[in-house]
C-alpha cells in the first residue's frame, strides 16, 4: 500500500462512516478506481477504530452516564426504569445479530461481498428503501419513547452492513424512521449501536491487516496509524454535521448520490474501466 492510498482512504472512511453511503463500499470503490486494488476487509475494519474512537469523545459524557447507570442499574433496582439503564440493554441487545452474523459469514463478507457489482446494485437497491422510509415514517418518537423492541429491529438493520453498500448508519437511520423515530433520535441510537459491532470488528481484524498471507493491499504500521488517525479526526467533524443535518433536513440528498454513484460505478464496470474483483 501507498501512503497516498493509506491517506486518501484514511479521509473516505472518516468522511463516510456515518452518512447513509456505506464507507466499506466507498472504500471499495474508491480502491478500484484510483488504486486498482482493493485495500480489504480488514483494512476498513481497523480505520473503523478511528471513526468509533470520535463517538467515543463526541458522545463520551452520554457514554459514561449511560454505562455508570447500567452498572448501578445491576443492583439497585431503583434506576432501572431510567433511559440510561434502559438504553444500555437496548445497546447491548442490539449488538447481537451483527455479532453473530459477522461471525458465521466472514468468509463471505471478506469475499463474494466485496464484488463491485453487488455493491453497486446493493448501493441503489437500498437507496430506494430509505427514500421509503423517509417518505412514510412519521417521525414523532424520540429515545424517552424507545423500547426494547426498536433496539433489536435496528439491531437486525445494522447487521445488514455487513454488506459493502448497505451502510450501517444508513440500514439503522432507515430501521429507525420506519419505526417512526426522529430522524435525531435515530441517529443518535446508531452511533451508540456502532461502538460494540466496529470496536470489536476492528480488534480481531488487526492481526489479518498486516498478513501478507491475506486478501488486500498490506499497509505497513506506519501507514494504518495514519490512516486511522485521519478516519478519527474527519469523522468527529462528520457527526457533528450529521447531526445538525439531520435535524432539519430530509435524507433524500442521500438517496440520490447513492443512485448516482452506484449507476456510475455499473457503467465504469460494463465498460471494462474498472474490475468488479
Known sequence: MSWLEAIVLGIVQGLTEFLPVSSSGHLRITSAI????DAGASFTAVTQLGTEAAVLLYFAKDIWRISRTWVVGIWDKSVRPSLD??????????SIPIGILGFL?????????RNLYVV????????????????????????????MRDGVVMGFAQALALIPGVSRSGATLT????????????????????????????????PDVFDTSGEGLIPSPAQMVVATVLAFAVGYAAIAWLLRFVAHHTL??????RVALGSLVLVLLTTGTISAT
Open 34 to 37: 484510483f488504486f486498482e486494488e
Open 85 to 94: 439503564y434502559r438504553m444500555g440493554w437496548y445497546v447491548i441487545v442490539g
Open 105 to 113: 459469514f466472514k468468509d463471505q463478507i471478506r469475499g463474494v461481498a
Open 120 to 147: 453497486a446494485i446493493v448501493l441503489i437497491a437500498f437507496a430506494f428503501v430509505l427514500a421509503f422510509a423517509e417518505y412514510w415514517g412519521r417521525k414523532h418518537r424520540t429515545l424517552e419513547n424507545f423500547k
Open 175 to 206: 430501521a429507525g424512521l420506519f419505526l417512526n423515530l426522529s430522524r435525531e433520535a435515530a441517529a443518535r441510537y446508531s452511533f451508540l449501536l456502532a461502538i460494540p459491532a466496529v470496536v470489536m470488528s476492528g480488534v480481531f481484524s488487526l
Open 252 to 257: 433524500y440528498v442521500f438517496v440520490l448520490y
